[in-house]
């Protein structure tokens, strides 16, 4: 039986990313890394991880980037618009996040990506 590629959106100076990349490593996964701060998600990819965590853009924003309150992103009710700034400023996107066929977590705390990868 083939395995399920594992993916995780990882930002190596994150303390909670190499948390979990060590957690999936400890489980014996070598996971395919997305360093999605050095090859921006496109607003398709954005938008296929929202579906697969069930999750709003705003969900998964880090809120408290200075980028967020430069662009106004407070008052912004489209997720459309939030997604398109996502894609842009990557920066923007919670992590991590990891992906396992049709299912995603964000691993807050770094602990949810173990559930995911035996469950």
Not at 70 to 87: F, R, T
Request: charged share 35%.
């Amino acid at each position: 039986m083939a395995t399920e590629e594992i993916t995780i959106w990882h930002n190596p100076r994150c303390s909670k990313s190499r948390e979990a990349l060590k957690l999936l490593q400890a489980e014996g996964i070598e996971p395919k890394v997305f360093r999605y701060l050095d090859e921006n998600p496109t607003k398709e990819q954005i938008a296929e991880v929202l579906k697969l965590l069930g999750l709003k853009p705003r969900d998964i924003m880090r809120t408290k980037e200075a980028i967020y309150k430069e662009l106004g992103l407070k008052s912004v009710e489209s997720d459309e618009e939030l997604i398109e700034a996502m894609a842009k400023n990557p920066k923007l996107i919670e992590r991590p996040i990891v992906i396992k066929g049709s299912r995603a977590v964000l691993g807050r705390p770094p602990e949810k990506v173990v559930e995911l990868v035996k469950g």
